[in-house]
Nanobody, 123 residues
Framework: QVQLVESGGGLVQAGGSLRLSCTGSERTFGTGTSAWFRQGPEKERHFVAAINLHGGSTYAVSMKGRFTISRDNTKNTMYLQMNSLRPDDTAIYYC?????????????????WGQGTQVTVSS
Protein backbone atom coordinates (compact mmCIF):
# COMPACT_ATOMS: atom_id res chain seq x y z
CA GLN A 1 0.00 0.00 0.00
CA VAL A 2 1.26 3.45 -0.91
CA GLN A 3 2.34 5.49 2.07
CA LEU A 4 2.67 9.23 1.77
CA VAL A 5 4.68 11.34 4.19
CA GLU A 6 4.55 15.12 4.18
CA SER A 7 7.27 17.38 5.54
CA GLY A 8 8.39 20.98 5.39
CA GLY A 9 5.64 22.67 7.35
CA GLY A 10 6.33 25.20 10.05
CA LEU A 11 5.88 28.75 11.24
CA VAL A 12 6.59 31.60 8.84
CA GLN A 13 5.85 35.30 8.74
CA ALA A 14 3.44 36.76 6.23
CA GLY A 15 5.18 37.29 2.91
CA GLY A 16 7.54 34.40 3.52
CA SER A 17 7.98 31.09 1.73
CA LEU A 18 7.90 27.40 2.52
CA ARG A 19 8.41 24.28 0.45
CA LEU A 20 6.41 21.23 1.36
CA SER A 21 7.50 17.74 0.34
CA CYS A 22 5.52 14.56 0.00
CA THR A 23 7.48 11.36 -0.25
CA GLY A 24 5.96 8.11 -1.39
CA SER A 25 6.98 4.60 -2.24
CA GLU A 26 8.48 3.71 -5.60
CA ARG A 27 6.65 5.09 -8.66
CA THR A 28 4.05 6.85 -6.52
CA PHE A 29 3.90 10.06 -8.50
CA GLY A 30 4.40 9.00 -12.08
CA THR A 31 1.36 6.78 -12.54
CA GLY A 32 -1.66 8.92 -11.69
CA THR A 33 -2.71 12.29 -10.40
CA SER A 34 -1.29 13.80 -7.23
CA ALA A 35 -2.51 16.77 -5.29
CA TRP A 36 -2.25 18.99 -2.28
CA PHE A 37 -5.23 19.87 -0.12
CA ARG A 38 -5.43 21.89 3.05
CA GLN A 39 -7.68 21.94 6.07
CA GLY A 40 -8.10 25.00 8.20
CA PRO A 41 -9.89 25.56 11.52
CA GLU A 42 -13.26 25.07 9.83
CA LYS A 43 -12.24 21.41 9.28
CA GLU A 44 -13.24 21.36 5.61
CA ARG A 45 -10.59 20.04 3.25
CA HIS A 46 -9.92 22.40 0.35
CA PHE A 47 -8.16 21.78 -2.94
CA VAL A 48 -4.82 23.55 -3.42
CA ALA A 49 -3.10 22.11 -6.51
CA ALA A 50 -2.83 18.97 -8.61
CA ILE A 51 -0.36 17.50 -11.07
CA ASN A 52 -1.04 14.57 -13.37
CA LEU A 53 1.18 11.92 -14.86
CA HIS A 54 1.72 14.04 -18.00
CA GLY A 55 3.03 16.94 -15.94
CA GLY A 56 -0.06 19.06 -16.36
CA SER A 57 -1.12 21.07 -13.32
CA THR A 58 -3.95 23.14 -11.96
CA TYR A 59 -4.40 25.40 -8.95
CA ALA A 60 -7.11 26.81 -6.80
CA VAL A 61 -7.72 30.43 -7.77
CA SER A 62 -6.32 31.94 -4.59
CA MET A 63 -3.07 29.98 -4.93
CA LYS A 64 -2.41 30.65 -8.59
CA GLY A 65 0.76 32.69 -9.03
CA ARG A 66 1.88 32.08 -5.45
CA PHE A 67 2.11 28.29 -5.22
CA THR A 68 3.87 25.85 -7.54
CA ILE A 69 3.35 22.11 -7.58
CA SER A 70 6.06 19.84 -8.96
CA ARG A 71 7.42 16.36 -8.61
CA ASP A 72 10.65 14.46 -8.97
CA ASN A 73 9.90 10.90 -9.99
CA THR A 74 13.52 9.85 -9.41
CA LYS A 75 13.09 10.79 -5.74
CA ASN A 76 9.47 9.64 -5.48
CA THR A 77 8.70 13.09 -4.11
CA MET A 78 6.16 15.78 -4.84
CA TYR A 79 6.61 19.39 -3.80
CA LEU A 80 4.55 22.46 -3.11
CA GLN A 81 6.50 25.69 -3.25
CA MET A 82 4.54 28.37 -1.42
CA ASN A 83 5.49 32.02 -1.80
CA SER A 84 3.93 35.26 -0.57
CA LEU A 85 2.27 33.40 2.25
CA ARG A 86 -0.65 35.02 4.04
CA PRO A 87 -2.20 34.34 7.45
CA ASP A 88 -5.22 32.76 5.76
CA ASP A 89 -2.89 30.12 4.29
CA THR A 90 -2.58 28.71 7.80
CA ALA A 91 -3.77 25.11 7.67
CA ILE A 92 -2.77 21.48 7.77
CA TYR A 93 -1.56 20.55 4.30
CA TYR A 94 -2.15 17.05 2.97
CA CYS A 95 -0.80 15.30 -0.11
CA UNK A 96 -2.87 12.74 -1.93
CA UNK A 97 -2.72 10.46 -4.95
CA UNK A 98 -5.40 8.98 -7.14
CA UNK A 99 -5.84 6.96 -10.33
CA UNK A 100 -6.18 8.33 -13.83
CA UNK A 101 -4.76 11.43 -15.47
CA UNK A 102 -7.42 14.01 -14.77
CA UNK A 103 -6.62 17.13 -12.80
CA UNK A 104 -9.14 16.34 -10.11
CA UNK A 105 -10.04 19.01 -7.59
CA UNK A 106 -12.40 16.96 -5.45
CA UNK A 107 -10.95 15.15 -2.47
CA UNK A 108 -13.17 12.14 -3.30
CA UNK A 109 -11.05 11.55 -6.43
CA UNK A 110 -8.02 10.62 -4.33
CA UNK A 111 -7.62 7.35 -2.50
CA UNK A 112 -4.25 7.70 -0.76
CA TRP A 113 -3.51 10.41 1.78
CA GLY A 114 -0.65 11.49 3.96
CA GLN A 115 -0.98 12.47 7.61
CA GLY A 116 -0.56 16.18 6.96
CA THR A 117 1.92 18.89 7.90
CA GLN A 118 1.04 22.07 9.76
CA VAL A 119 1.71 25.44 8.15
CA THR A 120 1.25 28.53 10.29
CA VAL A 121 1.61 32.02 8.85
CA SER A 122 1.87 34.86 11.35
CA SER A 123 0.85 38.42 10.57
Amino acid sequence: QVQLVESGGGLVQAGGSLRLSCTGSERTFGTGTSAWFRQGPEKERHFVAAINLHGGSTYAVSMKGRFTISRDNTKNTMYLQMNSLRPDDTAIYYCATGPGDGLWTSYSSYDRWGQGTQVTVSS
